[in-house]
């Protein structure tokens, strides 16, 4: 088809159209158009997450092949997912229980909230023991299931790139064939057996737990000059084998603010998710006072907080940089309730307060394979 010099734009696109083509310069103004959150800030409250957890161990039975009790934390906007890349959830294991083993596309990660050295994850064989505060990585297309030999409940958050995964039309679930749920190669803790940088001559590194002893340790003595004047004192928990970010498609961060802290003013393009580990504060989001609990999105935000906290961050599309999303957190003083097991706060979907666990971040489909492939 050639069109004649005096044929308008309009005449051209329309005739692409009917071949179902169409010129990239119809979309030139879109593409260049500034990233607009998907959605409002969330916070998900913990008294209603646990009684929800609560009235499911009365009506779920967890055996071979049955059901999971884990409630989603699902935004409005959303049909079934925490945000477009990343859906959070929070799990329960009770007293004598053991999840049967499957495997999926999805790369997931678990952080305890109440665990013990009878509570386990198995990851391809590994047996990786969950105490309160570990983060506990589970790689794509990984057998794993989960175990509670204690005499308590076991609860840890679940956050998995299923929206990504969605989008890309690769998500898929296989149940492993064997009724056996202890399928491990030692009845030896991994971090015992693989720590650090050390494997045997000629094997993969297989760090798949965090350890909260450590990593508050480390936290705790961050450098002054490497605080970061957006997210006060962070790290994050870095790929053994590549360096990079926790997983190809998101990455998990730990961060903490000080007594009367007050972080500056940002935003970014990513999508944040955060459970407050230790202490209290507040976050504003888009001008939403979120009490330093838990929320959701990619829009102006501000935070006040206090104490410790994981988020996850969902790589930017174009850039390592963060741009789009106007944030600021501002915390007291550590604080931790002494003799109790329940955890203090809410959580909380995009943006920040206090000491947080996991940001997730957004990559290319581009930038996914080339991660994949090296």
């Known amino acids: 088809m050639v069109a004649d010099n005096g044929s308008d734009l309009k005449s051209l696109d329309a005739e692409l159209a009917k071949d179902s083509m169409r010129g990239l310069w119809a979309r030139e103004e879109a593409i260049r158009r500034e990233p607009t959150p998907f959605g409002k800030p969330m916070l998900w409250k913990w008294a209603k997450i646990r009684a929800g957890l609560e009235a499911a161990g009365q009506l779920i039975t967890t055996n071979y092949k049955g059901a999971r009790r884990a409630i989603s934390l699902v935004h409005p906007n959303m049909a079934d997912s925490t945000s477009h890349t990343l859906n959070m959830a929070v799990q329960l294991v009770k007293a004598g229980e053991a999840v049967y083993s ?3 596309t999805n790369a997931a990660m678990r952080f305890v909230i109440q665990g013990g050295e009878g509570v386990y994850t198995i990851t391809n064989g590994e047996k990786c023991v969950m105490e309160r505060g570990d983060l506990v990585i589970q790689p794509s297309w990984g057998w794993h299931n ?13 956050c998995l790139d299923s929206g990504l995964m969605r989008m890309l039309r690769t998500m898929f679930q296989e149940p492993h064939p064997a009724e056996d749920v202890r399928l491990y190669n030692s009845p030896v803790d991994t971090a015992v057996r693989n720590p650090g940088l050390l494997a045997p001559p000629g094997q993969a590194l297989k760090s798949l737990v965090y350890k909260w002893r450590e990593t508050r340790k480390a936290l705790a003595a961050t450098l002054s000059e490497s605080e970061n004047a957006f997210d006060g004192k962070c790290l994050e928990y870095r790929n053994p084998v590549t360096g990079g970010s926790t997983f190809p498609t998101f990455s998990c961060w730990i961060q903490m603010l000080d007594g009367d802290k007050q972080t500056k003013e940002h935003r970014h393009t990513s999508n944040q998710l955060y459970y407050v580990v230790e202490g209290s504060g507040v976050s504003e989001v888009a001008e939403r006072n979120l009490n330093g609990k838990r929320v959701t999105s990619s829009s102006y935000r501000t935070g006040v907080g206090t104490g410790i906290g994981i988020h996850r961050r969902t790589f930017p599309p174009c850039s390592s940089q963060r741009p789009i999303d106007h944030s600021r957190k ?4 550590i604080e931790k309730r002494r003799g109790t097991t329940e955890p203090d706060f809410d959580l909380f979907q995009p943006l920040s307060a206090a000491v947080m666990l996991s940001k997730a971040k ?4 581009r930038e996914i394979l080339r991660r994949s492939l090296s």
């Open 146 to 158: 989960h175990i509670n030999e204690t005499d308590q409940d076991a609860i840890w958050i679940d």
């Open 102 to 104: 499957h495997r999926h």
């Open 362 to 365: 957004h990559l290319t489909q």
């Open 330 to 333: 501002r915390s007291a003083c």
